[in-house]
């Protein structure tokens, strides 16, 4: 069974701090994506990766950062929290071809206060 | 740009009763993918629909892809407590690249018992 896993199923964050997210897949696929989930707003694109060092933004990428060292982990990183980035965050992984399933980490619960 | 719009946003049902959520689009799909999200849960993959007019059932659900490829369907038989939670459509995003998803907001199920 493909695995992606979180590093944190909920955080607190303050105002102003650097806030890391990371996700881990264990299915050797080449894309990787983040996205929140808001109540009514269903699921939004952050960023992807579709390969090693490459990223592309995704529809509301403003205030994140992500990074893709090694090909089974992507990083979102949201350099100086704000409480308007509280939210659940999911990562998701799927192999190169379009067109193929995307598996979900189980998500984190960030609230920035 | 390219939209895949689900209908409703909300369903409540009393048990035993059907379920339907559908899911358009202004133009031609490859294929169409359906995922169920529980509460407190993550978005989980159902079903890949490719070929026009498909029809595809799990159980008590559904699948359906229209003969344009434009529009698809997901109906439950008999809901039952367990089906509660978010059926989201999605679709490639041909404006992207890599295996990107567009997904639709989701409906969510609520089940009487």
């Known amino acids: 069974d493909v695995k992606v896993t979180q590093s944190s199923r909920y955080l607190v964050k303050r105002t102003g701090e650097k806030v890391f997210l990371e996700c881990v897949q264990d299915?050797?696929?080449?894309?990787m994506f983040w996205y929140r989930q808001d109540p009514g707003l269903g699921l939004r694109l952050i960023y992807f990766s579709y390969d090693v060092k490459m990223k592309e933004k995704g529809d509301i990428p403003e205030g994140y950062s992500v990074s893709r060292e090694k090909k089974e982990r992507f990083s979102l990183i949201l350099e100086s929290a704000s409480t308007n980035q509280t939210s659940m965050y999911l990562c998701a992984s799927s192999f190169g071809t379009p067109g193929h399933e995307q598996y979900f980490g189980p998500g984190t619960r960030l609230t920035v206060t | 740009g390219q939209q895949v719009m689900q209908i409703p946003q909300y369903q409540h049902v009393q048990e035993g009763e059907d379920f339907t959520t559908y899911c358009n689009s202004s133009t031609t799909l490859s294929n169409i993918q359906w995922y169920k999200q529980r509460p407190g849960g993550h978005p989980v993959f159902l079903i890949q629909l490719v070929k026009s007019g498909e029809v595809k059932k799990q159980k008590r659900l559904t699948f359906q892809f229209g003969e344009a490829k434009k529009n698809s369907s997901l109906h439950i038989t008999a809901t039952q407590t367990t089906d509660v939670g978010t059926y989201f459509c999605?679709?490639?995003?041909?404006?992207?690249?890599?295996?990107?998803?567009?997904f639709g907001k989701g409906t969510k199920l609520s089940v009487k018992p």
């Open positions: 299915m050797d696929h080449e894309n």
């Open positions: 999605a679709a490639p995003d041909y404006g992207g690249s890599q295996g990107n998803l567009i």
